[in-house]
């Protein structure tokens, strides 16, 4: 069963992958570089993801835990100090970093989890070696984001967002809503946002995203869905939208193989896939201090 369900994974994951290539025709340089990128934003199926061993595994404690993200060419490790149940239901803070040529980022907020409603709020600093201020435009191509014209992009990003589940139909509804102010900004210059990969005039972005997953075995192992989201900026009066397919297989306990493809469905802007969210595709590994049964994987 165990290996049916990574093979499922697998090629589902594959299917993803190609999904944007085949559906836009795009230039292959239009790919964003996930090394340069920070951890992805979270896509409303972590939440469906959490698995009642969690809820068994131990009593309520202080804990130390981590979710590490593997992807085809990432590695993306958070750690959470809390009180509670790790990855299930607890309080505490959370942080990440993450560092490559092209960049990086760093952040650290507080979380408060139930078993299906979440909410965090914290501060990211984000850097890029690669990536400038822009000069404002009506509408932006990939090249003109590439241009050296303003100052280095590094801002802070205050964030809070609230996510959430609910059974519906053999399946269950998520949504996750988002909010950013950006600080840190040089006055009349717009800036490519590292997260959500959109363009926007400071200081506020937000996002929602809704989308449902069908169980497609009986323990709830298998989902896969689809998804919807829209970004605006009032700075810009702009808005995003994505759609796209998103996968979740539960491979044990602690592994999980997820998949989230959102392609531009409609913006201001032809940024190609540097406008899409691919962040999220690949492996994600649970460990927390505690753990009754630790077994890898």
Known sequence: ???????AAAAALAALT???AGAGAQDPADLPSPAGEPPPVPSGIDLLQKRSYWARSAAARPFLSALMDLGVIYFRPSLALGVGKPHWS????????SVSPNGGAEYLGLRAALPSVEIRGGARYA???T????????SYTRRDTELMQGPPSRYVAGEIEVSGSIPLLGGSLFGVATGYAVLGTPQGFYLYEEA???????????RARLGYMAEMDRFGELRL??????????????????????LAVSLTHHLDAVGTVMVV????????LLGADLGQLGLRYRWATGDRWPEFP
């Open 90 to 97: 607890w309080l505490g803070i959370e942080a990440y970093a």
């Open 265 to 272: 469905a409609a913006t201001p802007d032809q940024l190609g």
């Open 1 to 7: 069963m165990a290996l049916r369900r990574a093979l």
């Open 225 to 246: 869905g689809a998804a919807a989201e829209v970004l605006g900026n009032p700075g810009r009066d702009s808005i995003v939208v994505r759609v796209g397919p998103v």
């Open 196 to 206: 959500l990969h959109a363009v926007m005039k400071p200081p506020y972005l937000y």
């Open 131 to 138: 990536q400038y201020f822009l000069e404002p435009r009506a």
């Open 18 to 20: 190609l999904l944007p």
């Open 127 to 129: 850097f890029s070696t």
